[in-house]
């Protein structure tokens, strides 16, 4: 007798998670050491990041919206035509993940090429990162409205998210933690190279709904067009506010809000994370490879809770697997914070767990942003979702977290002496300070964000969807 085995994958999800593959390679070194490189090895003044961060949150503001309408309203296929969209943005998101790491001198202490350089390399990292994953979100609301399926597309996500996020600890191993910098140079060309490749195959291969591919909506909207031409005309400058007026629903505005909180809680996690470990745990603590693994790992976990919670998702809602992560988060923290920073394990756990629940749940964010297109798909009758569009209006309210949570600790940090200390200008006592500064940010700002999210996320009433009955199913 002969026994065999069937494993399925589908393809239309694989694909579709390979833009996620390459995307967050290069998204996982950005966040862990943009921050650290320009601070601790470039040594940017003050001044400039933040000149660079606010410029950086204005470009934000203008390009998500901007990239969005042109997504859902133009004809040009490389607009209208998601995947062709992540095709041509591929090759200009990989170029632009390189302009961190490579120096465009030898920079002195503050120097203003530095703080042109990270100006410049923000603008245009963001720029091809938001055009390439708003045709991704996109896809991910269009190929079905079934939640299982989107569950599904998920965990493949989450899977490629895994395997990319490996690579914090290959470089950690590579650089010995930037301290090898050209070996750190060259991961990153090999890992732009990866990106690249992973997005042109979605570009290539991937597939929406039928109602939904390039053709039939260009067609559907000549022809509506063309209908009410003959009734009225109307101000092309008025529809893109038309269409805001119509999203900007309770729910929308209670879902960005509480999105907002979660960048800046997200961002913070990402970027100074190894900064507060190498001075809350000072070397010896722990052995120098459990350090890497434990930054290592930062990026791996919070995607395998995606994998293993996505269960939970299906039966209870993402509402209430939410709301329930932000009440415990404030109560690990408020436990840290009573044991005090001498606890060097428990500080280990609680880095690794902060890190963890800041980031997967922001893994779930795509569930109820597609509720919302669906819901307003619905309620006007739309022959196609305006998918870019909210996806673009979202991060229009949520981008600036982004630059906000780097701009603030690092103000509180060099009010404490951080850029002396780079410098070894501080006393025991300066020191013995400024960590005790880094053990509250570390522990009571969880806290203070959590409180305001289950504020904010109490008002999101789309609860219901993991019970609803699938409008279509891919087959």
């Known amino acids: 007798m002969q026994f065999k085995m069937r494993f399925s994958i589908d393809k239309n999800a694989s694909f579709l998670a390979l833009t996620i593959f390459g995307t967050n390679l290069m998204a996982c070194v950005f966040e862990f050491y943009y921050v650290k490189l320009f601070l601790d090895v470039y040594h940017i003044s003050q001044g400039w990041f933040h000149f ?50 490579f120096p465009w001198r030898e920079y002195s202490d503050h120097d203003w090429l530095c703080g042109l350089h990270l100006t410049v390399a923000l603008c245009c990292y963001d720029c091809l990162f938001t055009f390439v994953l708003l045709a991704h979100c996109a896809l991910f609301a269009e190929i079905s409205t079934d939640l299982d399926y989107r569950l599904m597309i998920t965990r493949y996500c ?35 190279f990866f990106a690249w490749l ?25 022809l509506q067009e063309l209908a009410e031409s003959e009734v009225k005309v109307e101000s092309s400058l008025s529809h893109p506010f038309q269409q805001w007026r119509q999203l900007m629903t309770t729910d929308f505005v209670a879902f960005v809000s509480t999105n907002f909180l979660q960048v800046l809680h997200m961002t913070y996690g990402a970027s100074f994370m190894v900064i507060f470990g190498d001075q809350l745990i000072p070397k010896g603590e722990i052995p120098d490879v459990m350090r890497k693994l434990m930054y290592g790992s930062s990026a791996v976990l919070p995607t395998v809770a995606v994998l293993v919670l996505s269960l939970v998702v299906s039966s209870y809602g993402y509402h209430w697997v939410i709301k329930w992560t932000y009440i415990t988060n404030i109560i690990i923290a408020l436990v840290m914070y009573s044991a005090g920073p001498s606890h060097t394990w428990m500080l280990v756990t609680f880095l690794l767990v902060d890190r963890c629940i800041s980031t997967f749940v922001f893994g779930f964010f795509n569930l ?49 002496g951080y850029e002396k200390l780079k ?19 570390v522990c009571l700002f969880p806290v203070g964000l959590s409180l305001l999210r289950i504020y904010t996320w109490s008002k999101y009433n789309i609860r219901n969807t993991h019970t609803k009955v699938a409008k279509h199913i891919e087959t």
């Not at 291969?205 to 260009?218: E, L, M």
């Not at 949520?398 to 404490?416: D, H, R």
């Not at 410098?423 to 940010?441: K, P, R, S, W, Y």
């Open 423 to 441: 410098h070894e200008e501080l006393d025991d006592a300066q020191i013995q300070t400024l960590t005790n500064v880094m053990f509250n940010i």
């Open 368 to 416: 109820p942003l597609s509720d919302i297109i669906d819901k307003d798909q619905e309620t006007y009758e739309r022959t196609a979702p305006l998918s870019s569009s909210v996806f673009g209006y979202n991060a229009l309210f949520t981008k600036p977290a982004q630059s906000i949570a780097p701009m603030v600790v690092v103000a509180i940090l060099n009010g404490y």
């Open 198 to 222: 992973s997005m042109y195959l979605t570009g290539k291969h991937v597939r929406t709904h039928p109602n939904y591919s390039y053709t039939k909506i260009v067609s559907q909207k000549n």
């Open 52 to 101: 660079a961060q606010v410029v950086y949150l204005i470009w934000n503001a203008v390009n998500d919206p901007l990239f969005a309408y042109w997504q859902d309203n133009s004809n040009m296929v490389v607009f209208r035509s998601r995947r062709h969209s992540i095709m041509y943005g591929a090759p200009l998101f990989a170029l632009s993940f390189l302009l961190f790491w």
């Open 158 to 192: 989450k899977i490629a998210s895994v395997l990319a996020s490996l690579v914090l600890t290959v470089i950690q191993f590579v650089s010995n933690g930037l301290e090898e910098y050209r070996y750190f140079q060259a991961c990153c060309v090999c890992i732009a």
